[in-house]
DNA sequence: GGGCTGATTTGATCTGAATCAATGCCTTTT
DNA sequence: AAAAGGCATTGATTCAGATCAAATCAGCCC
């Protein structure tokens, strides 16, 4: 823990670099999850310029690629894999405020200088835009700023659904309510809601201990609430009971 | 305590509407706090579109004007006064997400309903923007639009820093950032932090209880951290040694 | 298959903050 | 001026979840 807490916080962000920009819009045209990120309100008559803007990265398991503090210099779509971003004290302590995965849009909470750092859980592809060239594509494209707008209030949004739950949930209340959110992120609702990530992950997000969360899974295992399965997933049983738990109305 | 619940939820929202919308231009022109808030970015020249957007309210204390779950009809822009913006578990536990004064917008954290609550601490007085209007003000100026991009950037940012609070701070470091953030929010930084809101406002806002709110800043005031002034203000004596707990740095 | 490492689960104990209770203080009302 | 009401502080006790410790499990490599 110790070790890798200090190569975690010496190592400069180590990323593949795939090509670099990607002059021919191509890319774009074909990119898998262009109609589901804020990319598709750029036309494929106008698909060049956020070609020549798009750098394609990859980033291996455990790797960041974005450093809290450092000088804001880049916004991130995320085209395939999943990222967990959070905030941390002097002593290690790690808060981390969320979960990110295909079709999202990273770099909008940012001032001069990132406010938060960001880690692939798996094999992450990512588009990275410079600042100032997305600045340019905002002004060229007025729906891109409305678009990112609407991204920044959905995220504010969650923010404060986040801080009623770090604030005043009981760790079951908490437990239940990512997993309901798990679930609503997964691309396919019906089969079983993929965890990619640890339990210390898990208790990261939740403000709890790896104990508490592995005790509260188990403990609704035992209810009946939910069966844990194998690589990473959880299949909902018990789904209005789990979401009168996660709605603080439990008697 | 049940009583006012009870009144705070059943109560329709009211508030004082003084005139309705000015339609004159004068009405921004002479509005002193324009120049920190969003409205900056409208031009003199441009500034009767504003005022004919603008309706003025005038809140009481306690009173609420935006209530959560209901449908997001506005935007609004703090012109002076106090604000709790909040959200609520259906057994009255609640979180304060945020305190909202002179030059906040209030209004972008919403999809179609308004995801918290607003009530006012003390008098406010509020500028209502009909979204509508206010979607077509941003057509007709970007700069508005992009402002309010930035200004979503800043309460993301701060509402990460809250998520930290929440999730991985001791009561003490809680407290102690509280009163630093609240310091960096005064008009005047020289003089004794305002704490316009109660002990149980600032327990809702920093996921403890009143009780130890209260303990907290008595055991600030034994360590001649600070000196509790009348009148609901507190004056910082060691800044450094506040900065340095608020910070998760202590020793 | 065996060994190793990291992740997860389970059990026992501890603790920071919550809960409950009482008192004090300040402001408003009569 | 006295009473009432609401807020703040203080003390005692309890408790939800943290901490510490150990056992088990899962995945990877040889």
Chains 1, 2 share one sequence.
Not at 14 to 21: K, T
Not at 74 to 90: C, E, H, M, Q
């Amino acid at each position: 823990m110790s070790d890798q807490t200090t190569c975690r916080r010496d190592a400069r962000p180590r990323r593949l670099i795939l090509a670099g920009a990607h002059r021919q819009p191509g890319y774009c045209l074909t990119c898998g999850i262009r109609a589901q990120s804020v990319c598709s309100v750029i036309d494929d008559d106008d698909i060049a310029r956020l070609a020549e803007t798009a750098v394609e990265t990859l980033v291996l398991p455990g790797r960041s690629f974005i450093e809290e503090g450092a000088a804001a210099t880049d916004f991130y779509n995320i085209t395939s894999g999943s990222v967990k971003l959070f905030k941390a004290l002097p002593d290690g302590r790690r808060q981390i405020t969320g979960f990110a995965t295909t079709g999202h849009f990273l770099g909008l909470a940012v001032s001069d200088q990132y406010a938060f750092g960001a880690e692939a859980i798996d094999t992450v592809r990512l588009c990275r835009f410079s600042r100032p060239r997305m600045r340019q594509l905002m002004d060229d494209f007025p729906r891109l700023e409305r678009r990112l707008l609407a991204e920044a209030s959905n995220e504010l949004v969650a923010a404060q659904n986040q801080m009623l739950l770090l604030g005043r949930k009981t760790a079951r209340e908490r437990v239940a309510s990512f997993l309901l959110e798990r679930m609503r992120e997964a691309q396919d609702p019906a089969e079983d809601v993929p965890l990619p990530m640890t339990r210390s992950d898990m208790a990261d997000y939740l403000g709890l201990t790896i104990e508490t969360v592995s005790r509260t899974l188990s403990w609704m295992r035992t209810e009946r609430l939910v069966a844990i399965g194998k690589g990473h997933t959880v299949r909902i049983i018990a789904m209005e009971r789990l979401q009168t738990l996660a709605a603080g109305d439990a008697a």
